[in-house]
């Protein structure tokens, strides 16, 4: 746990690039396309007269090793949906990053098939219902966490068609019954980055009850004041008593004690608060968003189904 503070503050000193070649035909000017199968293929031959933009899958691999921590979160991957391995942090063990990539592409189509047909259902009800109010958002899948005994898996789409993969560390001998979190765009974040409010103490709150009910009980009845100690007016004692009464502390004046606590604590010590799929959350999350502004920079996008490799 001692490697957090080096390794949570996002993309670690590195950026990767994409790079453009000038992709050229061997069709001579004038010459009639080509055909294949008898089709003609015009978008194919307007394709490749076009600048192409690859991946950098050797600095991406850098950028992914470099964020690593041997705890927390020893390994990091990016894959398409249909589970083809595109880069990777090293040293690792690329047979086994297959298995997992299979695995995971199978789960994400899975939930985003849910997902896409409980939204063709809900449109189905609005359009029974005639009524243009019932029409729901559409809705994306963004996030799959699946928690195992011996690690997490954290899966986070950067784009549409390319997908990085977080695996994390759990504490020693843990026992976790094995959980599926989808969440889609718009979702209440799991887990949760809210520290909860604390529970109130009743038995305390009852002591405190009864000692004041008895010590208002067993108290003297004052005597009559003397002419001497007969108080001021109460406008007036109200400004000195005022005037004299210093300052609220300032934790009365900053909202509920869950706000509070919150702001009592550092980012680090919320962070260790919230637990270690928090962390490890966080992490992906500042990843994602550093990887798909380079991308975006670079103008790349992976495509759904590409004739030429990606890099």
Do not use: C
Not at 144 to 168: C, H, K, S, Y
Not at 169 to 197: C, I, N, Q
Not at 252 to 268: I, T, Y
Request: hydrophobic share 35%; no cysteine; proline share 10%.
């Amino acid at each position: 746990m001692e490697l957090y503070f080096n390794t949570i503050d996002g993309a670690q000193a590195t950026s990767f690039s994409v790079t453009r070649r000038e992709a050229t035909t061997d069709e001579p000017q004038g010459q009639k396309r080509k055909k294949a199968n008898g089709r003609d293929l015009p978008s194919r031959i307007e394709a490749l007269s076009k600048p192409v933009v690859m991946l950098n899958a050797m600095k991406l691999g850098e950028l992914l090793s470099r964020n690593v921590d041997p705890k927390l979160f020893p390994r990091m991957f990016i894959i398409s949906p249909n589970g083809d391995l595109l880069a990777y942090s090293t040293p690792a063990d690329v047979k086994e990053l297959r298995d997992q990539a299979a695995l995971i592409s199978m789960a994400w189509k899975d939930h985003a098939a849910m997902l896409e047909a409980a939204q063709y259902k809900a449109a189905a009800a609005a359009a029974a219902e005639d009524d243009a109010t019932l029409d729901p958002p559409s809705r994306t899948l963004e996030t799959l966490i699946i928690e195992f005994d011996n690690n997490n898996l954290i899966v986070r789409a950067v784009q549409p068609n390319l997908l990085l993969i977080l695996v994390g560390g759990v504490p020693p001998h843990r026992k976790k019954d094995f959980k599926m979190t989808p969440e889609a765009h718009g979702d209440a974040r799991y887990p949760s980055a809210e520290l909860p409010s604390p529970t109130p103490d009743v038995d305390a709150d009852a002591k405190t009850a009864d000692t004041a009910t008895t010590t208002t009980a067993t108290a003297k009845p004052p005597s009559s004041p003397s002419p001497q100690e007969v108080s001021p007016p109460k406008s007036h004692q109200a400004s000195a008593t005022d005037s004299a009464r210093p300052p609220p502390p300032q934790h009365q004046l900053a909202g509920s004690p869950a706000s509070q606590r919150g702001s009592d604590l550092s980012v680090h010590e919320r962070d260790f608060t919230l637990g270690l799929l928090h962390i490890q959350r966080k992490k992906i999350d500042r990843m994602a968003a550093y990887i798909r502004a380079e991308l975006a920079d670079g103008g790349f996008v992976m495509p759904d189904d590409s004739l030429d490799p990606a890099f």
